[in-house]
């Protein structure tokens, strides 16, 4: 059997587009999920991976309707293919009930993965570019060094309650707290 499911991330958007192409592929029972890609329990593909029976099939008309990550996706396929089913996607051109297509499924996710991998290290390599040029990555201290040895000098010298001080310098009483 050949069951097909789509998903659309808010209220605003709508299904029929996805339904018409896996109608178009085949699809004998159709899934559909209002939820976003990112969400781990989406309770038509729960119920979907429970039905999936040795040999079916499961079509989506792009693969991102059923994963917003690359490692999200692998599960899924493996999921699928652990009970003797078939992954389609249409958008890709991708089937893995074929040799070609598993393999072409495996290439592409390794591919996508590797460029995963090279943001990854180009942002890092980035960051440590900019920390030799001395710039610090972060949010600017609330609170200048002069600052902070002026807020030790109140709480010590003048004994002046946090609440207070944090008040004066316009930032919370957690950020005082850190500085005494």
């Known amino acids: 059997m050949i069951l097909g499911y789509a998903r659309v991330s808010t209220k605003d958007q709508n299904l029929d587009g996805q339904r018409d192409a896996l109608s178009a592929a085949g699809a004998e029972r159709i899934f559909g999920d209002t939820i976003t890609g990112t969400a781990r329990s989406r309770p038509e593909l729960d119920r979907m991976m429970k039905e999936l029976r040795d040999g079916d099939v499961v079509v989506v008309s792009k693969y991102d309707r059923l994963a917003r990550s690359l490692k999200d996706l692998l599960e ?54 900019a920390r030799r040029r001395g710039r610090v990555g972060g949010r600017p201290p609330a609170l200048s060094t002069a600052q902070k040895a002026e807020v030790r000098r109140m709480r010590d010298e003048e004994h002046r309650p946090i609440p207070e001080i944090a008040a004066l310098f316009k930032v919370s009483a957690k950020t005082i707290r850190r500085v005494v």
């Open 76 to 129: 899924i396929v493996d999921l699928i293919r652990a009970r003797g089913a078939g992954f389609r996607s249409i958008g890709e051109d991708i089937d893995t009930t074929t040799p070609a297509g598993r393999l072409v499924f495996h290439v592409f996710a390794s591919i996508a993965q590797f460029e995963r991998e090279r943001i990854v290290e180009r942002t890092k390599e980035g960051l440590a570019a």
